[in-house]
């Protein structure tokens, strides 16, 4: 068996339309009623895959998100602040917070780790894992809500259930 880590990256579900944030409600939003669904196929879907360990971010959102994932797989997430949103903090403050829970990953036992987290932390994610480095220019190369970002091999993909086919 491969020693190289699996990383499966999901945001949490839909929950603003708001073109601008969250605003005030940036600690409290909830997944939108339209949101479960797509997070309920994913959750389907990653019953199929294999789980060492799985780590969330604190927000009301990823927690409920996270929820609807355990429901259909079984698979719990422990909360971990690393993985928050990010909330009047300098760039690179983020940037060393989520490439210390890389670093703790990569230093664990496990293998094939899933995370569900917020759009600028996928991309720091995203970023720290395959190229070793995070930019702001990196700041948006995140998935959105109902999108699994698949890492291994030093390759992404990335599977869509916002989309009912």
Request: include cysteine; glycine fraction near 8%; aromatic fraction near 10%.
């Amino acid at each position: 068996m491969s020693n190289e880590k699996q990383w499966y990256i999901f945001r949490h579900g839909l929950a603003t339309h708001s073109k601008t944030g969250y605003g005030d409600r940036i600690y409290s939003a909830e997944v939108l009623p339209e949101g479960i669904p797509p997070i309920q196929r994913l959750g389907q879907y990653m019953t199929l895959l294999p789980y060492d360990y799985g780590a969330r971010s604190e927000f009301l959102r990823c927690q409920q998100t996270a929820g609807i994932v355990t429901e259909a797989t079984g698979r719990s997430f422990t909360p971990d602040a690393r993985l928050n949103e990010h909330v009047s903090e300098p760039f690179e403050a983020v940037r060393d917070r989520v490439q210390r829970f890389v670093d703790e990953m990569n230093g664990s036992p496990y293998q094939h780790i899933w995370v569900c987290t917020h759009g600028m932390i996928i991309a720091a994610l995203k970023n720290l894992i395959l190229h070793g480095s995070f930019t702001r220019r990196d700041e948006l190369d995140y998935t959105q809500p109902g999108q699994l970002l698949i890492l291994r091999g030093g390759a992404a993909e990335v599977v869509r259930f916002d989309e009912v086919l």
